[in-house]
């Protein structure tokens, strides 16, 4: 069994629901859970951090990801802007709302994704792992994908709802709960394929700029230190997939698989 360290401390958390962490707003649910801050060794950040690397997946690689995106939000996808395909759950946007392609689709799901799409997307989820942890001085084995994990298309439609609002500056801690190191794999080139939605890390003394490319993978400790947003796209279609670790056992959640 993992050994855990209580430090002992409680604090009050808000949970936002809103997949882009945006604040407020009539249908943002916010609960109030009893935090027990607990230490995991091995995982639980000790360096709080970011990189940027474009050697872990090829644009090979991230092109046919971007396919396997085009094909399952072309089932459906947001009113608004922005659409997610959560190969985890199932969820997919549709209209103002999500719906489970796994239950509204049926067997049918077997003709738009393949057995190989999957296995790339684990291939692709084991790497960043493994450079995550090699940067960060983790375990590897201690670290854990958790969710959501989901494709997203944005492009420069008005939002129609508050799931379109993906600008927001946000923590993915505090907007996610479980995450405790973020990845993101840009499908798409900033410049050539959409414009604007380059990603900016918020810090005291200035932003720093991630410009999407395909293939690109950025990755950062969840926490306060890595306050972020999404610039507005302007034009094109920007896709990307947002893949995350927690180092808590009990949020940990299976690779994506074909039912
Ligand atoms: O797509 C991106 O560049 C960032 C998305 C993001 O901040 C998130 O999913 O929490
Ligand atoms: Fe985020």
Redesign the pocket.
């Known amino acids: 069994s993992v050994p855990i360290k209580h430090s002992g401390r409680l604090r009050l958390r808000a949970v936002n629901y809103n997949r ?2 945006g604040v407020g707003g009539k249908d943002t649910a916010v609960d109030l859970h009893i935090l027990l801050l607990v230490s995991l060794p091995g995982c639980t950040p000790q360096r709080c951090g970011r990189a940027v690397t474009d050697s872990v997946v090829t644009r090979e690689e991230a092109q046919v990801l971007r396919r396997l995106a085009e094909r399952g939000l072309a089932l459906a996808g947001s009113e608004g802007g922005a659409s997610i395909l959560d190969l985890h759950s199932g969820a997919l946007s549709m209209g103002k709302q999500f719906v489970n392609i796994y239950r509204y689709f049926g067997d049918q799901i077997g003709d738009v994704f393949t057995q190989e799409d999957f296995q790339l997307y684990r291939d692709v989820r084991g790497r960043i792992q493994a450079v995550i942890a090699e940067t960060f001085g983790l375990d590897p084995t201690l670290m854990y994908l958790t969710k959501p994990t989901f494709f ?1 298309r944005i492009n420069s439609t008005a939002a129609k709802t508050q799931h379109d609002e ?1 600008w927001h500056p ?1 923590i ?1 801690k505090v ?1 996610y709960g479980s995450f405790d190191y ?1 990845s ?1 794999l840009y499908l798409s080139d900033y410049g050539s394929d959409f414009s604007g939605g380059r ?1 900016v890390f918020m810090d005291q003394n200035g932003n720093r700029t991630v410009e ?1 490319r395909a293939g690109r993978v950025s990755f950062f400790s969840s926490g306060s230190e890595n306050l ?1 947003r ?1 610039e507005k796209v302007t034009w094109g279609t920007r896709y ?1 997939i ?1 893949v995350s670790f927690t180092c808590d056992p009990a949020h940990a959640i299976s690779d994506p698989a074909l039912p």
Do not use: Q
């Open positions: 882009w962490g997203s993906y946000h993915d907007t973020t993101l990603f999407p972020h999404v990307a947002t």
